[in-house]
């Protein structure tokens, strides 16, 4: 029996390969993995919908729609669809991909927008570790947020510009604005907060000139924005664009009632990141070390966290442009190099890590899960009901559904959708004052013909209708009830 | 008061007075008793002050609920009943007019020991009273007539009193927490943030020093002022019923206090220029409060403020003064000494005026009664008491405290004691006052015969749409109806 040497040159490499560098790409890479792939999931938002409806209608007529094709309240009416590039994108993916097609998109736009605010907070002069935990500081408030939506293309935007801003400010070349020229002819036609950008350009020329105690320090950025701006200014709407941005913003409903435009919730695990971002920020502030940083990111901050604190619209803005500051707050208190040289074994971790979040996301993105997320939230029972009875309009329906059964019964006109803008005030609040059963039904149901109603079981109009004894509930679930008149064909 | 010669052209010398800047001090602690001089809106006043009134008659605590036909006699905690008691005894002496003076004195005192605990922490009088300014700013809005009110009262004192050991290390001073402990046990829910406050200190002094022994004084004190809360009629059982209450969700949901602050609303604007100021100094000018205590209290005040409403005034007293420090220490050579005869002048003008603006023209009769019966049914009550109309009565819940004092001859469906109805009950009363269900069923069950409702809310257009009920009265805000028969 022969016996085999142990300090043979094989095993002796196997410490080294164990200790072998992996690189500086390594921690971005995983950041922006984890960002891709926790954004595997259903989509949900309540607007998408309609979103691909109109995406249809581009890619088929080849321009953007200007009056209401999908309500029988407001058809005809004017409208301005300022989403067009996203939506024809979003259709042309999914008729190509499906579901699975926009999932992935929006997983991929995720991973963008926070590995853009690593590569932002690099230009900073952070260190990998501490850029890494700023990125994922970005996500942890992204995450609530990040569904497949046009609004999600504003952080991939934001993340690109203040990185660009950034390098510039540090004595990158001017030429580097240049790409800020396309990025925002793209960003005013994909969503509203396009006019973020020129906030952006607010807060560096603003806190440049305090820094430097000269206002000429101002005027690059003044001219920047005034160029970002012009360029906004190449989309269907034109100059009305910036109208209908000012006039979204001044609507009372979307400030009351829309839950995308309300203040966070802190009660609510949605805002729970913003909360503990927002406290550590105050505790590091709060503790004395060296709170070093510049005069532009202390208007991010102050900028990012008055806006999210008003609005859930604005949380996407403070995770990409305050959150992060938080990570450079934490280096500087620590005032030592702390820094991650990633090894063979980190990046073992980092991969069972996210293979395990992978697992977790193609477990939610399975066919029979997919729809039982999408009949949790949307009224897919009722929809293959109406379509199985063959129940025909005028509609009244919930809010919250509008876009959906735009999507799902195209013959169906809905009677609201998350269009506010289009619909306005006045009708909304009637709206609202129906639904909730604050005024009789019966002059708004009279007024439009209605014929069908679909709504939540739970909700006052049902209990109102309940006990009508011209409706009549023909069917309900969890999730929806569907009254008709009682003795039409339903 | 020094005086400054002045020079007159004919050359005489004449001297103006001048003051002390710690007059800003002073006029930050009367602006603040003055400008909570308003009338008592608090839903829940009505049986706060019937129930004061009833221990005082009875010289016993009620164990059961006196109040409601729907839980009548069933097991009530009355924690808040030292308070209740103070009211009561007011509002017999000189009405309600006595509740809200005395709650404008309490006010000053918050602010007088906010402005001494910052002079204590050698804050220049002019920082100290911006500080207290902060405070006032917040607390403004807040500072109800209501047993949580205690909250700024009692954390005011115990922070003057720790920081007054912490300067001079005299041990006496630490007894303020177990007496305010005492008394905040038996006034309020809030008492468990004295004792985080103990908490607080005793980390602080840990993290500071990084020995074990200076964590002595802090726990001795919090156990003291545990023994203290103890003192209750309750006993350990009042721990026990405020970690019940705080788990119902109930109140999280339903309970306005219990919601945190809406920002997109201005009536929280304090709040969120107060957490942006707190934030603004460090970021800006790279200034820091001194100390690991006024760090956590800072920490500690912004998360409980941004959770819940409740802290809304534990955050005022504990964090919000801290920018008169961060003021100080940004400009510590620009603090005012001394003020001139034009500025006190000023001053006086001021609180001149806040009072006419604010007392004189709030608290005359007709303006009071105006500003209740904007809130609250007082001509629906008046009606029904005309007219001698017989219960049970359905009512909505956010009027169940005024009509207990209001209208004691009817008792009422539900009020705001959540914890005494619980979750169910509460929940589904909310749901049919929003209309998801329907209130006939319940109208059935308990046999009611009057409903005094929103004239613009569900349960209303329900009932006119009922038969067998009419509508009896209806103004602006209630209306009232009664059942045929």
Not at chain 2, 55 to 64: D, E, G, K, M
């Amino acid at each position: 029996m022969s016996t085999v040497a142990i300090s043979s040159p094989a095993c002796r490499r196997l410490p080294a390969i164990g200790n072998a560098r992996l690189g500086t790409w390594v921690l971005p890479a995983f950041v922006a993995a984890v960002g891709a792939v926790v954004s595997l999931r259903p989509a949900l938002d309540p607007d998408l919908g309609w979103h691909l409806r109109a995406g249809e209608a581009i890619l088929a007529s080849h321009q953007a729609s200007h009056a209401d094709a999908f309500s029988y309240t407001m058809a005809g009416k004017p409208w301005a669809d300022f989403e067009w590039l996203w939506e024809a994108a979003a259709t042309a993916l999914h008729s190509t991909f499906g579901n699975v097609g926009l999932v992935a998109a929006g997983s991929g736009v995720t991973a963008i927008a926070v590995l853009l605010v690593y590569v932002y907070l690099r230009e900073r002069r952070l260190t990998p570790l501490f850029a890494g935990l700023g990125a994922m500081a970005a996500l942890l408030n992204l995450m609530p947020y990040a569904a497949v939506r046009p609004g999600m293309m504003g952080p991939l935007f934001l993340g690109l510009d203040l990185a660009i801003m950034e390098r510039v400010r540090r004595g990158g070349r001017l030429q580097w604005l240049l790409a800020l020229l396309p990025a925002q002819v793209l960003w005013a036609n994909v969503h509203g907060s396009y006019i973020q950008a020129v906030l952006l350009c607010a807060c560096y020329g603003v806190g440049l000139a305090w820094e430097r105690r000269r206002w000429q320090a101002a005027g690059p950025w003044a001219a920047l924005a005034a160029v970002l701006l012009t360029v906004s200014l190449a989309n269907p709407l034109g100059t009305g664009l910036l109208r209908f941005t000012l006039g979204a913003s001044g609507m009372r409903w979307n400030h009351n009632h829309n839950g995308e435009w309300l203040a966070p919730n802190f009660h609510s695990a949605g805002a729970w990141p913003l909360l503990a971002t927002l406290l550590l920020t105050v505790a590091m502030v709060a503790a004395r070390g060296r709170v070093a940083i510049g005069k532009p990111e202390a208007l991010l901050l102050l900028g990012g966290t008055l806006a999210a604190l008003q609005s859930n619209q604005f949380v996407p803005f403070y995770a990409v442009a305050a959150a992060p500051v938080t990570a450079q707050l934490v280096q500087g208190l620590i005032q030592r190099q702390v820094t991650l040289n990633p090894r063979l074994t980190h990046g073992l971790g980092f991969l069972a890590v996210l293979g395990l979040l992978l697992a977790g996301a193609v477990r939610g993105l399975q066919p029979a899960a997919y729809e039982a997320a999408v009949a949790t939230e949307y009224p897919a029972g009722a929809v293959a009901f109406i379509q199985q009875r063959g129940l025909a309009g005028p509609m009244f329906n919930d809010f919250d559904w509008g876009s959906y059964l735009i999507g799902t019964m195209p013959w169906l006109p809905v009677f609201v959708d998350g269009r506010t803008e289009m619909y306005g005030d006045a009708f909304l609040n009637r709206y609202l004052r129906t639904a909730n059963g604050l005024i009789d039904p019966e002059p708004v149901l009279d007024q439009y013909g209605v014929r069908l109603v679909l709504i939540k079981p739970d909700s006052a109009l049902a209990t109102t209708l309940r006990r009508d004894r011209a409706w009549s509930e023909t069917y309900h679930d969890d999730v929806a009830s569907v009254f008709v008149p009682v003795g039409s064909a339903g | 008061m020094s005086a400054l010669p002045l020079r007159r052209s004919s050359g005489l010398s004449l001297a103006w007075p001048r003051f002390p800047a710690s007059l800003l001090g002073l006029f930050i602690c009367l602006a603040g008793g003055i400008l909570v001089l308003r009338p008592l809106l608090d839903p829940d006043l009505g049986w706060h002050v019937r129930t004061g009134s009833l221990i005082l008659a009875t010289h016993h605590i009620p164990t059961v609920d006196p109040y409601s036909f729907t839980k009548a006699g069933a097991p009530w905690v009355e924690h808040e009943w030292l308070w209740q008691v103070a009211a009561a005894a007011l509002n017999a002496l000189g009405g309600q007019t006595a509740i809200v003076l005395a709650n404008g004195a309490a006010v000053s005192g918050v602010l007088a020991f906010i402005y001494l605990r910052l002079r204590t922490r050698r804050i220049e009088p002019a920082y100290a009273a911006a500080g207290a300014g902060v405070a006032l700013a917040n607390l403004a809005v807040y500072a109800e007539a209501r047993p949580g009110q205690v909250v700024a009262l009692f954390t005011a004192a115990m922070l003057f009193g720790f920081e007054r050991y912490r300067r001079g290390g005299n041990w006496r001073w630490l007894g303020v927490a177990p007496a305010a402990e005492l008394l905040w046990a038996n006034s309020h829910g809030s008492y468990v943030l004295g004792l985080l406050l103990c908490g607080l200190y005793g980390l602080a002094a840990l993290w500071e020093t990084g020995r074990w022994g200076a964590l002595a004084p802090w726990a001795l004190t919090g156990a003291a002022a545990v023994a203290a809360s103890l003192i209750n009629p309750l006993g350990v059982g009042l721990y026990r019923f405020t970690l019940g209450a705080s788990q119902l969700s109930v109140n999280r949901q339903l309970v306005h206090e219990w919601k945190p602050p809406d920002f997109s609303d201005l009536s929280f604007a304090p709040i969120l220029l107060t957490v942006l100021l707190l934030l603004a100094l460090p970021a800006f000018l790279r200034v820091s409060p001194r100390g690991r205590a006024q760090q956590l209290l800072l920490v500690a005040g912004a998360g409980g403020a941004l959770q819940s409403q409740q802290f809304i005034l534990f955050f005022a007293v504990a964090a919000a003064p801290l920018a008169g420090e961060l003021l100080q220490e940004a400009w510590p050579s620009r603090a005012l000494t001394r003020l001139s005869a034009g500025s006190a002048v000023a001053l006086a003008l001021t609180l001149l005026g806040l009072t006419l603006a604010g007392p004189v023209t709030r608290l005359t009769p007709g303006a009071y009664h105006q500003a209740v019966a904007a809130d609250y049914p007082v001509d629906a009550v008046a009606f029904i008491e005309a007219h001698q109309l017989a219960g049970p009565m359905w009512n909505e819940v956010d009027w169940g405290g005024y009509l207990i004092g209001a209208l004691p001859r009817l008792p009422v469906f539900v009020d705001a004691r959540t914890e005494m109805y619980g979750q169910r009950f509460e929940a589904e009363t909310a749901a049919i006052t929003f209309g998801t269900k329907p209130v006939a069923p319940v109208l059935q069950q308990y046999g009611i015969k009057l409903a005094m409702v929103n004239t613009h809310g569900a349960v209303a257009g329900e009932l006119r749409a009922l038969p067998g009920w009419r509508q009896a009265y209806s103004d602006k805000l209630a209306a009232v109806f009664v059942r045929a028969d």
